[in-house]
T-cell receptor, first 114, second 110 residues
Framework: KAGVTQTPRYLIKTRGQQVTLSCSPI?????VSWYQQTPGQGLQFLFE???????NKGNFPGRFSGRQFSNSRSEMNVSTLELGDSALYLC?????????????FGPGTRLLVL | SQQGEEDPQALSIQEGENATMNCSYK?????LQWYRQNSGRGLVHLIL?????REKHSGRLRVTLDTSKKSSSLLITASRAADTASYFC??????????FGTGTRLTVIP
C-alpha cells in the first residue's frame, strides 16, 4: 500500500498570502489529522477530519481551516499568513474504527513565510 | 496543556549501548505511542501501549507504562547509528488527536 502523501513538500510564501496544503491518506483510511511542528511549540494538533466532517479541532485561530473530500483526501488552508506560521505541517491518516489505532504520518510540507 | 514532557532533551551514546528516554504526561489516556522522526521529516510509528498494559516489546524496543505516575519509558537496546533521530511520545485520550511530548534527540556515535 502506498503511504500518506503530502504536496507540496516545500513552499515559500510572503506575509499576508494564503496557502493550501494537500494530503492523500492511505487507501481505505477515512480519518485525516493535521499537525503543526515548530521548534518553539513542538508538535501541535490542528484538526481531524473523518468522512468529510471535522471531528476535532486544536487551539488554532480561524485562519487555519481544512476540508476533506469524498475520497478522503484532505486540504488545509492558512489565510493571511504570518511569520510564525513557518513550520512543518504533517498530516496523518488512520482507519478510525476505534480510538486505539496507529496514525500514519506523511513526510510533511515545510512552509516558510517571509 | 496536555503536552507531555520528555527527558532527557538530548542523549548521546556509543553504538551498542542501550538508550532510555522517559515521558511524563498530565491527563488520563487511552494509549501512549512512541514515534521516531529523522531530521525534520515525517513521523514513523514505533509502538503503541494501551492504558491497561504495563510493558510491551517490539524487536529492540521495550516500552513501559505507569499510569499511576503518568509516565512511560522507551528503551532501545544495542543501539545502532541508524537509530539517531528524535523520539516523541504521544498520548491519545479518546478523541483521536495525539498530544506529543517535547521529544528526545538521540545521537548514536559509531
Amino acid at each position: 500500500k502506498a503511504g500518506v502523501t503530502q504536496t507540496p513538500r516545500y513552499l515559500i510564501k510572503t506575509r499576508g498570502q494564503q496557502v493550501t496544503l494537500s494530503c492523500s491518506p492511505i487507501s481505505g483510511h477515512r480519518s485525516v489529522s493535521w499537525y503543526q511542528q515548530t521548534p518553539g511549540q513542538g508538535l501541535q494538533f490542528l484538526f481531524e477530519y473523518f468522512s468529510e466532517t471535522q471531528r476535532n479541532k486544536g487551539n488554532f485561530p480561524g485562519r487555519f481551516s481544512g476540508r476533506q473530500f469524498s475520497n478522503s483526501r484532505s486540504e488545509m488552508n492558512v489565510s493571511t499568513l504570518e511569520l510564525g506560521d513557518s513550520a512543518l505541517y504533517l498530516c496523518a491518516s488512520s482507519l478510525r474504527t476505534s480510538s486505539r489505532e496507529t496514525q500514519y504520518f506523511g513526510p510533511g510540507t515545510r512552509l516558510l513565510v517571509l | 496543556s496536555q503536552q507531555g514532557e520528555e527527558d532527557p532533551q538530548a542523549l548521546s551514546i556509543q553504538e551498542g549501548e542501550n538508550a532510555t528516554m522517559n515521558c511524563s504526561y498530565k491527563t488520563s489516556i487511552n494509549n501512549l505511542q512512541w514515534y521516531r522522526q529523522n531530521s525534520g521529516r515525517g513521523l514513523v510509528h514505533l509502538i503503541l501501549i494501551r492504558s491497561n498494559e504495563r510493558e510491551k516489546h517490539s524487536g529492540r524496543l521495550r516500552v513501559t507504562l505507569d499510569t499511576s505516575k503518568k509516565s512511560s519509558s522507551l528503551l532501545i537496546t544495542a543501539s545502532r547509528a541508524a537509530d539517531t533521530a528524535s523520539y516523541f511520545c504521544a498520548t491519545e485520550t479518546g478523541a483521536n488527536n495525539l498530544f506529543f511530548g517535547t521529544g528526545t534527540r538521540l545521537t548514536v556515535i559509531p
